[in-house]
């Protein structure tokens, strides 16, 4: 009897242990205000060397901040969005690692089609790496990565958690009003609208290990509406189910595009925010270094 007791308070340690594992607590990120900055060149290009250069036929712009050489082996990419004005959002965050801008044009596909076979990624990491050692640095080497994305951008994005050098090196993703996904049914207005599983379930693995703590995941949402397929909030809270979680509303969201829900477990955030207009939309990159300088706070990380 006492030794069947014993088994059973050992059981039910190690099931905390593995939960606490698991579900790890973390400082609460505060999520940030949604203000609509003018957007316009700046100084900050001035205080980064721009280097542009291809990839596979891919233009990419490289920005080197002052002081890049003392930060080792972290680097950010975004997707979509001018590259200055990537720039300009990396600088206010207060970073100097290196950045990578990649801009395609308008449309989901043409940041996905580069990705696809798996060889760009590889192929860029190299050239920023050549790019880094040929200004002064010969041991540069990109050991960790912070993905953001706007809009479109996330096509890239979503090819890129599913490959191997991908789920090696990148330890953050931000999407700023930035997921989308076909539908099952309901795309002609008829019958219930179905996201398509299998463009939520290949952010599972990553996003699993947000709230497992050993990446970061964060989506920012406006409510616009998108008849012909799955929307940010219809993707975020799928995305949420996935996970077996759930949404929360905020009562007191301030601002002209309130907080109105969140999801955080771990490292894991969806923030749903008001808005069904454009400028909901645009607001979402415009406080992408708030975004980051949350994180920070919390992971006590620069």
């Not at 069904?276 to 607001?283: C, D, E, Q, W």
Request: hydrophobic share 45%.
């Amino acid at each position: 009897m006492r030794l069947g007791f014993r088994l059973g308070i050992l059981v039910w340690v190690l099931w905390m242990v593995a939960g606490c594992a698991v579900r790890p607590r973390v400082p609460e990120v505060v999520p940030p205000v949604m203000t609509l900055r003018p957007v316009g060149l700046t100084g900050d290009v001035a205080l980064a060397e721009v280097v542009r250069f291809p990839v596979d036929g891919v233009a990419l712009t490289l920005f080197l901040p002052e002081g890049w050489q003392e930060v080792s082996g972290r680097l950010a990419i975004h997707f979509h969005t001018s590259p200055e004005f990537a720039l300009g959002e990396h600088r206010r965050a207060g970073y100097r690692f290196p950045l990578v801008s990649v801009m395609l044009g308008s449309g989901s596909a043409r940041y996905r089609a580069p990705f696809l076979d798996g060889a760009l990624f590889p192929h860029l990491i190299a050239g920023v790496e050549e790019q880094l050692r040929s200004r002064g640095v010969p041991g540069a080497k990109v050991g960790e990565i912070d993905v953001s994305s706007f809009s479109a951008g996330y096509g890239a994005v979503r090819e890129l958690v599913g490959q191997p050098l991908g789920r090696q090196l990148i330890r953050r993703i931000v999407l700023s009003d930035s997921l989308y996904a076909g539908l099952t049914t309901g795309a002609d207005g008829k019958g219930p609208r179905v996201v398509q599983a299998d463009q939520i379930d290949c952010w599972v693995p990553f996003a699993r290990d947000a709230v497992a703590g050993r990446t970061t995941f964060v989506l920012t949402h406006s409510q616009i509406d998108t008849p012909a397929y799955a929307s940010t909030p219809e993707c975020g809270l799928a995305l949420v189910s996935a996970l077996g979680l759930a949404m929360r509303p905020v009562v007191d969201g301030s601002g002209e595009w309130p907080l109105l829900g969140r999801c955080d477990e771990g490292r894991f955030h969806v923030w749903s925010y008001g808005g069904t207009n454009a400028n909901a939309h645009l607001v979402h990159p415009r406080t992408l270094a708030e975004v980051w300088q949350a994180l920070d706070r919390a992971e006590g990380r620069r």
